[in-house]
């Protein structure tokens, strides 16, 4: 599952009233944006809702070691690559017909950039047929968990999660990938390969019952057990060997690397 990431819009535009820390906030604002993106391109679970274009954009609009002026607003910069690229981003038939409950931006960006809030609510509108799984707003820590959208002249709505910080994010990447919601290895020495007939966009990976033990575990593609287990604070994953003995098993790491002895399987 690719994640379709949008900035919450007190992400693109400053109060500009609070003179003194317009430049140094709007300039945490742009590296949190740029560095939080790099990151999600390379983990290869998250695409910039505004696409890579607008990213460049962004880079090449920044006034590298001039004082950041008001004009650089990101989602000034948004609308003017809207307008270069001849994108459609307005589908509502009423452009004031939208709106966040809760609203999560702030007045200023009512008050400073009235068109370009309808602009960015049609953003999230685009994606109301997404599953809504697959969209999420990246915001500050204390709003809400979701917010969502409705569009009163079609009667439609859609919840967006928030991202707030490391943990959302990685809550949100889990609902996604089977291995980081059960911390199972993907990579590494000893990665966790499904048995069959799992297959990408399965719900969950094949589990089977391990009497030794009473519970159950995950079946891989060489008939062996990976059973959760916490040894001494250490979270890890005994992975049973055919045929099940409760000693014919070894330890791997979350990440992928073996603990203690050599495998005996």
């Not at 799984?133 to 959208?149: C, E, M, N, R, Y």
């Not at 990579?187 to 030794?212: L, N, T, V, W």
Request: charged share 25%; glycine share 4%.
């Amino acid at each position: 599952m690719t994640l379709l990431v949008m900035a919450d819009l007190e992400m693109l535009v400053c109060d500009k009233t609070l003179f003194n820390t317009y430049d140094e906030r709007f300039y945490q604002r742009f590296l949190t944006i740029t560095d939080t993106y790099e990151t999600w391109v390379h983990e290869q679970n998250a695409g910039w809702l505004f696409s890579n274009e607008l990213i460049d954009q962004l880079w090449l609009a920044y006034p590298w070691g001039a004082q950041i002026h008001e004009q650089t607003d990101l989602l000034i910069i948004f609308s003017t690559w809207l307008e270069r690229t001849n994108k459609r981003v307005v589908i509502s038939p009423g452009l004031n017909t939208l709106s966040l409950e809760p609203a999560i931006h702030a007045n200023y960006a009512d008050r400073d950039y009235p068109d370009l809030v309808i602009e960015w609510l049609n953003v999230l509108a685009r994606n109301i047929e997404i599953d809504l799984s697959q969209t999420l707003i990246f915001s500050f820590a204390g709003k809400p968990d979701h917010v969502t959208l409705i569009d009163s002249s079609s009667n439609t709505s859609q919840a967006f999660p928030l991202v707030r910080n490391e943990g959302d994010w990685r809550a949100a990447l889990a609902q996604g990938n089977l291995w980081l919601r059960h911390q199972l290895p993907r990579a590494g020495d000893h990665p966790y390969i499904p048995a069959a007939p799992y297959k990408p966009g399965d719900a969950d990976f094949p589990r089977e019952f391990y009497p030794p033990r009473k519970t159950v575990g995950f079946k891989d593609n060489q008939g062996r057990l990976w059973i959760p287990d916490t040894e001494r604070g250490q979270r890890h994953w005994d992975v049973q060997c055919l045929p099940y003995d409760r000693d014919n098993y070894f330890k791997v790491t979350p990440d992928g690397r073996l603990l203690g002895n050599k495998p005996p399987c």
